[in-house]
């Protein structure tokens, strides 16, 4: 016993590392994906602790300080009807962040179920279904976006229908090129001897093999989702006022007022960039990490 | 060769008509007709009866399977119709659109592949230097950054540094030329920044991956010089990747710009679609979500044609 333990530590292979170890070394490994996390994580606080970190309610008209610079009172400004540019960025981070979350991962999980089922039944079905997904990315995801907007109406669940949507073949035909190779895995070979139903095998057995490509996806979606949200917002086709959200703010009065007020159009923007960039940056680097063959666009 | 164009010809029949039938019936669900929005403005002084008139004289009476064949029918003969909102031909419609699209699209693709390939393959080259960390946020950022907010802050700053504002009605190319490059270049330069992250970043890994390959190791031991290797081995080689997400951003502008344009007050394709979605005008819509669809999977066509053109190892069957 006295004897074994040493060994034991010395050869005890670190794969089973505890996730704190494994972030430190994804941070020191891939300091730009570090950054993009660190930037996701400030801005989960910053929309979480929105009502503690906002000086003004986002709402709040205020015709005195109409248009009025940043200054100490209001550090990004006003705009048209004197809200607090920065009040509205913080409240609007929880808007970009609930429609980005939601619709990356519900469409990024509708596709990864219809991509891997497309893999596994394989024949006619992978052949319809391929002829399906084709259709559907032959529409540009806007226009998809904008025509399912106009049907459903101006909600904020209708909006993440419409951004969700566009994303789901999409998904689909990336993890269906990663399934088909986990398809002649002798596990799923002996799982169907076993005489397992197919539901089980594609949700036991071939899911959680297509996890890496499957992140991959949700990490790039997320980006997408939020700059469809603020496009869609600024077409006034998205979030309606006086809710708060980036794209929205940047529609009308910020390019009418953009040479005396041009903070109302510069700080959106930023914001917009800046998350979109952070989970870009983290998206990338957790795909060198997971799978340095699997390259997307 | 000749069996395998004419098959892939052939299979876009099917996708096409996919795209018809999804946009067709998409429109007949949203809330609304054509009809009502038109008179919404008089209230109650148009009749019901007027209004089944109006109806009957577009032909939105009839049962949807029978516009349906109709329009379809219609296609097939290459008649679009008339739009139901101006009443114009429909080819009318489209045509000075079409020509600003696919204009602001080549200026874009020239501004993207002009910075891409340097910028990607100097990333490439020296891999992992600050060089190409640098070019590697610069395309990250591009992807981050919506273009039509980059549209705004470029107005912004010619507005406030130079105080002057770019035309903001559209004049073709063939009247001035100088006004229209003027007025187009900076949606080119907008949209060409997000285009061309795309392409540098695929330019840096399609090099990194060819500059390990045996062929270069092989040309530089012959003592060839390194520029010589770079543009005829390795870059001829990258160019396959390069070129399908180039092909692919290009069919995507097409359609795809409706904000950008919406920015700089450009009458394309995109605001077309915006602004005939908002009227209900059906046979326009469809017309519209069908060109681009067919630029879409035409652009998909000729570049699996350009594969077994630049690359010989690839024949198609």
Redesign the interface.
């Known amino acids: 016993m006295a004897l074994a333990r040493p060994l034991e530590t010395v050869e005890a292979p670190p794969a089973q590392a505890g996730w704190l170890a494994t972030s430190v070394e994804f941070c020191r490994r891939r300091p ?1 994906g570090a950054v993009g996390a660190a930037i996701i994580v400030v801005m989960f606080v910053v929309a979480l602790a929105a009502p503690v970190l906002a000086p003004y309610d986002p709402q709040l008209v205020d015709f005195a300080a109409m248009l009025a610079r940043p200054s100490p009172a209001h550090w990004l400004g006003t705009d048209s009807f004197g809200r607090d540019v920065l009040s509205r960025l913080i409240y609007g981070s929880r808007t970009a962040l609930i429609v980005g979350f939601v619709s990356a991962f519900v469409g990024a999980t509708l596709g990864a179920v219809l991509g891997v089922g497309s893999a596994y039944f394989g024949g006619r079905v992978d052949l319809y279904m391929q ?2 997904m ?10 998809l976006a ?3 907007v ?2 459903l ?1 101006n909600s904020i669940p209708n909006l993440i229908t419409a951004i969700t949507v566009p994303m789901i073949p999409r998904c689909a035909l990336v993890i269906r090129s990663s399934a088909l190779s986990i398809r002649e895995m002798p596990y799923v070979d002996a799982a169907r001897a076993a005489g397992f139903g197919h539901s089980r095998i594609i949700l036991r057995h071939m899911l959680p093999n297509v996890m890496a490509p499957y992140l991959i996806m949700v990490t790039a979606f997320l ?1 997408q989702a939020i ?1 469809l949200e ?2 869609l917002s ?2 006034g086709l998205g979030v309606q006022e006086p809710l708060p959200a980036w ?1 929205l703010m ?1 529609r009308g009065a ?2 009418e007022f ?2 005396t007020a ?1 903070w109302m ?2 700080f ?2 930023v914001a ?6 952070a989970f ?2 983290f998206g ?1 680097s957790l795909r060198d990490a997971l799978d340095p063959r699997l ?1 997307t ?1 | 060769m000749a069996r395998y164009v004419v098959k892939r010809l052939l299979l876009m029949v099917p996708t096409l008509l996919g795209v018809a039938v999804i946009i067709f019936f998409l429109m007949r669900v949203v809330p609304g007709d054509i009809v009502e929005l038109r008179f919404a403005g008089e209230g109650a002084s148009v009749s019901r009866d007027n209004l089944d008139k109006e109806r009957a004289r577009l032909g939105l009476d009839e049962p949807l399977w029978k516009q349906f064949i109709t329009w379809i029918w219609g296609i097939a003969r290459l008649d679009f119709g008339t739009s139901m909102w101006t009443g114009a031909p429909i080819t009318e419609e489209i045509r000075l659109r079409f020509a600003l699209s696919l204009q602001l699209a080549i200026m874009a693709t020239v501004v993207a592949v002009l910075l891409a390939l340097p910028l990607g393959v100097l990333a490439a080259l020296k891999q992992d230097s600050w060089l190409d960390y640098a070019v590697r946020i610069f395309a990250i950022a591009g992807l981050a950054t919506p273009s039509f907010w980059l549209g705004i802050v470029f107005i912004l700053a010619l507005l406030i540094v130079f105080k002057w504002l770019p035309p903001m009605v559209y004049t073709p190319f063939w009247v001035s030329p100088w006004q229209n490059m003027l007025q187009l270049i900076w949606p080119a330069l907008a949209v060409g920044y997000r285009y061309s992250a795309v392409a540098t970043r695929m330019t840096r890994s399609a090099m990194l991956e060819v500059l390990r390959e045996d062929y270069i190791r092989t040309a530089r031991a012959k003592g060839l010089w390194q520029r010589l290797i770079l543009s005829r081995h390795a870059l001829r080689n990258a160019m396959l990747p390069v070129l399908t997400v180039v092909a692919l951003e290009f069919a995507f502008l097409m359609g795809g710009l409706v904000v950008t344009e919406q920015v700089f007050n450009l009458n394309g394709l995109g605001l077309l679609f915006v602004e005939s979605v908002a009227h209900r005008d059906y046979t326009l819509t469809q017309a519209l979500v069908l060109l681009v669809a067919f630029v879409f999977i035409f652009v998909n066509f000729l570049v699996d044609l350009a594969y077994a053109w630049i690359d010989p190892r690839i024949r198609f069957r």
């Open positions: 730009l002829r399906l084709d259709i559907f990315i032959s529409f540009p995801l806007i226009i904008l025509a399912l106009a049907i109406g980006g700059l603020a496009s600024f077409l794209g940047l910020a390019v953009a040479e041009p159009a510069i959106p923007g917009i960039s800046l998350s979109v960039f870009n940056l990338d390259r666009q």
